[in-house]
């Protein structure tokens, strides 16, 4: 498989900074539709941040590369976060972003296979993305092609009893060419998951289903990228890394506010969530300097 990933990885602060403009862009997509999901999306900026433009084998410039690694979005509500790095990526226009959720716009609440270069499943019921993963994980096998799969997922969609079919599946036959990442916020719409369907011990049941899984710091982007590395490295089951995160980090008034979960902010609130973001972005910037 011909190697695409850059000769000089980005630095940790560099990846900090892309992370941070990443939120900032999120908050001014949803402030702009006027409706979508924040908690979500702004959690999972640090890992995306890390896939896009550390880990993932990728090529902005040609998107359906053969050989490309391949990310699937099972938690489609977080899709602001996806088009967001994406755009920053190089994939498409940064202006674009703007027409979340409008009409004739392919960046819709929901991502849709196609619609959108880098756009590699379409999701929006919970619980179907590993499925459509182990698809593509079979059709890498079978072709003897060995990219990689990853599959984000949200800890409430385990409510949803196929993800624990495929869960079955992917540990028996061994499907070492998934890495499944988890987003364990602790929230979903209604609520704290553990109030609503307790889901503990996850990294148990994971591993009695013959998974390998790794629990990291979801906003630390030394502890993402090895586990990632790792995983590429355990041949004999699929991987599971239980990334844990703050819903709605960076910004102090929606962190651990499972209200936030799938509503975005009026204009004062982007207001100062765009303020929080910019002056951590300059405490990081003025450490480094």
């Known amino acids: 498989m011909e190697e695409k990933l850059p000769k ?92 979340l959720r409008k009409i004739n716009s392919r960046l819709q609440g929901h991502p849709h296979f196609g619609s959108l270069p880098g756009i590699e499943n ?14 593509m994980a079979l059709a890498a096998q079978m072709n003897h092609q060995k990219y990689q799969i990853y599959c984000l997922m ?8 196929q993800v624990w079919e495929a869960v079955l599946f992917a540990g028996k036959y061994k499907m070492h060419n998934i890495t499944a990442i988890m987003d364990r916020n602790n929230i979903q719409i209604d609520g704290m998951t553990e109030n609503i369907m307790p889901l503990e011990p996850i990294k148990d049941k994971y591993e009695a289903f013959n998974w390998h899984v790794i ?35 960076g910004v102090d008034f929606m962190e651990f506010d499972y209200k936030w979960h799938g509503k975005p902010p009026k204009p004062d609130e982007a207001k100062l969530a765009l303020k929080e973001l910019r002056s951590l972005k ?4 003025g450490e480094h300097e």
């Open 154 to 161: 949200s800890d409430g969609e385990h409510d949803e009893g």
């Open 122 to 135: 379409t999701g929006g019921p919970l619980g179907q993305g590993l499925s459509q993963a182990i698809g």
């Open 8 to 99: 000089n990885p980005i630095s940790e602060q560099k990846l900090a900074e892309i992370a941070l403009d990443i939120r900032e862009d999120i908050i001014k997509t949803l402030v702009e539709a006027g409706s979508g999901h924040s908690a979500g999306p702004l959690g999972m900026a640090d890992v995306f941040t890390a896939l896009y433009f550390h880990i993932l084998n990728i090529d902005p410039q040609n998107p359906t590369w053969k050989d490309r690694d391949r990310l699937v979005l099972s938690n489609g509500h977080i899709a602001p976060v996806w088009y967001v790095t994406l755009a920053n990526a190089g994939f498409f226009p940064k202006e674009e972003l703007l027409t």
């Open 282 to 285: 300059g405490r990081i910037i």
């Open 215 to 249: 629990e990291v710091d979801g906003h630390n982007f030394e502890e993402i990228i090895d586990a990632c590395n790792m995983a590429k490295a355990i041949y004999e089951k699929p991987v599971m890394i239980i990334a844990h995160t703050i819903p709605g980090k």
